[in-house]
């Protein structure tokens, strides 16, 4: 065929049927020297792979482990000699002759103190597994002899910190100025070194460009004019007029509660609309504003609308893990066991100086993976505000509890209050002395920003006392898609009279993609908004499909956030450990990895806020496979090997 036209090999080849398997270059898994240059399968459920090479690939990434493991007789003396070689490994790094990079060297530390935590019987005996004793019996072949599916999740861990351990983590392998050696810029000196450093620099700064293009905001005008549209088919379906746009409390009455709407409004999935179906059905929470509903794409293909769409419609297994708790939801959904830190109702506590108080537990709309999806009943739940009696109770605990100067007021949104109630909480609490500052949170800026009336900023705006009292917005944007003129608008109001914006955001799979995050961050500054918290998802059972690594937390962090100026970045990346409170995830020391499990899952042990003050006991949580999130990526048309140095993240 090679001296065909291609319309001639077209018609030389041989049609294929429609059962046919393409044969498509991405379908396979190619054995490359570099493990995380596989070309996988871009579908889910599962990458292609081929478990026996894999498992050869653990050996190769380490002979001398595997020898260890080969030839000893039992699992304590496969201990004793990895400690052993650890031991010597650790030295070699110290020593003078040692040429490894001295960034490489770093990670084989790390590394080292990794495994040592992983093989240590204390760990093995709190995780009620043995990595170890896994990879002892595969590499003595007693693969009958293992009481758990080993993953390919697990292998790939330890392929990777077995690279670790001997300084061949390949962080740096596709650096073109690594493979040259030292940085041609440091082998000059003033403004000759300056100018050489440009290129790197350019290079840096113009990928972050090309992954920033990928997630527009809603302030660019070819977005703006689809919601323009969008905003006249909703319109036009209520039979509604401008007026009725910008008046909130239109939208609270019209807001969505069942599919029906939404299948005349938007395309959805059969999926999307099962699960809505469902929820509706079984009574779980479920609720849309009209104006969030104008920032959803019309068409499924258009897609820039994923972040918005996931906030909202639920997916098939957070229905049905609702559903299947209905009775016992207050118990196992509260993960962050309010419950156990509420000393009196509508309050809880964790800090010395802060305390929350909920006096209204419900919202414009309902959002899938809501911290308080136990206790929230359904949208704009007409109980929902706290009676009188109890608000009062609850306002005059702080009486009794002087040290507190920093509430925030929280729910479900109580800016969906009515203006006198707001301004009958917020008076009280400014008249206690040691009160200096109330933040309340919310998220009408995101979801219904037409709630920013004038009237309402002329209450809040009222107690804005600096410096005896300082109010605060404290909102929740996810993505750049949900920066819109109208969220701008309601953020500029807070800003006229002085008050703060921040923001924080949950980092999900919806908005953990390389650089966008970041560029939310970019886009929150443009209008106004601090980012505050990046917070690390609860792992609840019901909401798994949007969880991330605590890796990939890390990584953003290092290798996304640093690349912005320091005025963009000023979040923290913590995670609300249950019971604990917030654990800064950069602060190296307050976590640990101790294990990875059967399915690749790490398992971390979490330390309290109060640690070096008092000694309460740490947490151990089980986060989500790395692989398995790599796979939800590529499925979405991720090229993975963007994430390769994930690995060494932890
Ligand atoms: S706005 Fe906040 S409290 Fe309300 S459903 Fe969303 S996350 Fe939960």
Redesign the pocket.
């Known amino acids: 065929m090679a001296n065909m036209t291609d319309s001639e090999k077209k018609k030389a080849s041989p049609k294929k049927t429609p059962t046919e398997t393409p044969k498509l270059k991405w379908l396979s898994t190619k054995l490359l020297d570099d493990v995380f240059t596989d070309e996988v399968s871009l579908f889910k459920p599962h990458f292609t792979v081929d478990y026996d090479a894999y498992i050869q690939r653990l050996w190769d990434s380490n002979p001398d482990i595997y020898e260890i493991l080969k030839s000893s007789n039992n699992l304590e003396s496969a201990r004793d000699a990895m400690y052993t070689y650890l031991e010597k490994a650790e030295r070699k790094v110290f020593a003078l002759d040692n040429d490894l990079h001295i960034l490489e060297k770093s990670t084989v530390r790390q590394s080292i103190r990794v495994f040592r935590s992983i093989i240590g019987p204390i760990n093995e005996f709190r995780t009620e597994f043995s990595a170890l004793d896994s990879l002892w019996k595969l590499a003595q072949n007693k693969r009958e002899e293992l009481k758990n599916k080993i993953s390919v999740g697990f292998i790939l861990e330890f392929i990777n910190l077995f690279r670790g351990v001997t300084g061949k983590s390949n962080i740096y392998l596709e650096n073109a100025q690594v493979k040259k050696g030292i940085p041609d810029f440091l082998k000059l000196k003033g403004r000759d070194a300056a100018i050489e450093r440009m290129e790197i620099l350019d290079d840096l700064g113009s990928s972050v460009h090309k992954y920033f293009k990928k997630y527009p905001s809603g302030l660019e005008d070819e977005v703006i004019a689809w919601r323009k549209e969008n905003k006249s088919r909703i319109l036009r379906y209520f039979k509604a007029d401008e007026n009725n746009w910008n008046d909130y409390q239109w939208h609270l009455r019209n807001v969505i509660r069942n599919a029906k709407p939404l299948l005349e409004l938007i395309e959805l999935t059969a999926e999307q609309k099962d699960a809505v179906d469902n929820a509706v059905k079984n009574k779980i929470a479920f609720g849309i504003t009209p104006y969030y509903l104008s920032l959803m794409d019309r068409k499924l293909s258009i897609g820039y609308d994923h972040a918005v769409r996931a906030q909202v419609i639920p997916p098939k297994e957070y229905v049905d893990k609702m559903i299947e708790h209905k009775g016992d939801r207050s118990v196992t959904f509260d993960f962050m066991g309010e419950h156990d830190t509420s000393p009196i109702e509508l309050i809880t506590r964790r800090y010395p100086l802060i305390s929350i108080i909920k006096p209204f537990n419900t ?1 414009a709309q ?2 899938v993976y ?1 911290q ?1 999806n136990w206790e ?1 009943e359904s949208v704009l739940e007409p109980k929902a505000l706290a009676g009188s009696k109890r608000l009062d109770e609850a306002l005059a605990w702080f009486d009794e509890h002087k040290s507190i100067g920093d509430i925030l007021i929280t ?3 109580p800016l969906i209050m009515k203006d006198y109630q707001i301004e009958r909480i917020l008076d009280t609490l400014a008249s206690k002395k040691q009160v200096y500052r109330i933040r309340i949170g919310s ?1 009408t800026p995101v979801v219904l920003p037409m709630r920013i009336t004038d009237n309402l900023i002329q209450i809040i705006s009222k107690y804005h006392r600096p410096p005896k009292l300082e109010i605060a917005l404290v909102t ?1 944007f996810e993505h750049p898609y949900e920066i819109t003129p109208d969220a701008m608008n309601a953020v500029r109001k807070f800003k006229k009279e002085g008050i703060g914006v921040y923001n924080q955001q949950v980092y999900t799979i919806e908005n953990s993609r390389r650089f966008e995050t970041a560029k939310l961050r970019r886009d929150l500054k443009s209008i106004g908004v601090d980012p505050y918290y990046t917070f690390n998802m609860k792992g609840k059972e019901e909401t798994k499909r949007y969880m991330v690594p605590i890796a990939r937390i890390l990584q953003e962090r290092k290798e996304e956030a640093r690349l912005l100026p320091g005025l963009d970045r000023t979040d923290e990346p913590v995670f609300n450990v249950p019971k604990l409170g917030k654990n800064q995830l950069q602060a190296g020391q307050d976590h640990r990895l101790v294990m990875v499990l059967p399915d690749g899952s790490r398992v971390y042990e979490f330390h309290p806020w109060e640690k070096n003050i008092s000694p309460i006991p740490p947490y151990n949580y089980v986060d989500v496979p790395i692989y398995d999130y790599l796979e939800e990526l590529a499925s979405r048309g991720e090229n993975i090997r963007d994430y390769r140095t994930i690995w060494f993240y932890y």
């Open positions: 919202c309902i959002c809501c308080r929230i729910g479900g949104d998220r929740h």
